[in-house]
């Protein structure tokens, strides 16, 4: 027989239209919780699931959540559409999106992701367009497969960041900003070329969809209720876009 919530987790399952963060270690009953929460939220307040986004931050939990919410409906004889509730991996999340939207965005069809072994790859391929670029060598020393993987943390980075590239390049007091701004726009264009994303770059594309009105506006009525495990490891991007997503309500 499953545990009633305490009064704390109670209190995190009804509290759904304010912001909400909750704070809690290994063993708090925090699957649970959120579990109970969407539940509450389906059956007691009639959302519809396609109005629900749950991220998370490995494939593993994803899937944990799914059948938990699966066998909790289940036993309460409430029918629950998964399929429609935009639940994963923040990446996986946004590529759903971006499929859906992709007449808003630049993406061509069938286009590839990149793991991070074919994203180096990439890059290794098309060394010598990087090593001819300007002040490459105030960004990276190295050579080969090293040299792949410094130019793949660095526009990685930019991308977790969301640095402003045409910023970057007027920075006059440093070579080394505008380097940077030129390496990941040189990179930018290879992929482009390839038709393929990186896990970094999904969530600029994904940043760059919201600057849609219409896109924005359109997300904003759909994914009524944001929650988001382990929050903590959210980066610059990744929490720029899901404040931007939940305002103005903040049901997040």
């Not at 009633?4 to 009953?29: F, H, R, S, W």
């Not at 009525?221 to 990744?238: C, G, P, S």
């Amino acid at each position: 027989m499953a545990l009633e919530p305490n009064k704390q987790q109670q209190l995190v399952i009804d509290t759904t239209e304010q912001p909400l963060l909750v704070i809690a270690g290994p063993g708090a009953g925090k699957t649970k919780t959120l579990v109970d929460r969407v539940i509450h939220l389906i059956v007691d307040k009639k959302v519809d699931s396609s109005n629900i986004m749950i991220a998370t931050f490995t494939e593993k939990a994803a899937k944990e959540l799914v059948t938990r919410i699966s066998n909790k409906s289940q036993e309460i004889g409430c029918i629950v559409n998964l399929s429609d509730m935009y639940i994963g991996t923040l990446h996986s999340i946004f590529l759903r999106i971006l499929e859906e939207y992709r007449k808003h965005t630049t993406l061509k069809r069938n286009y590839r992701l990149l793991d991070d072994f074919e994203q180096k790859y990439l890059i290794y391929k098309n060394a010598s367009i990087f090593a001819s670029l300007n002040n490459i060598s105030v960004l990276t020393p190295s050579s080969g497969w090293h040299f792949a993987e410094d130019i793949s943390n660095l526009v990685n980075k930019v991308a977790e960041e969301n640095l402003d590239l045409d910023r970057l390049e007027k920075c006059s007091n440093t070579k080394t900003l505008p380097a940077l701004a030129e390496l990941t726009k040189a990179y930018r264009s290879i992929l482009k070329e390839e038709n393929a994303l990186d896990f970094s770059i999904i969530q600029t594309y994904m940043w760059n969809l919201l600057k849609d009105e219409y896109v924005l506006n359109d997300l904003r009525a759909k994914l009524q209720y944001i929650m988001v495990d382990e929050y903590q490891d959210t980066n610059r991007i990744q929490e720029a876009i899901l404040l931007k997503l939940a305002a103005p309500n903040n049901r997040i």
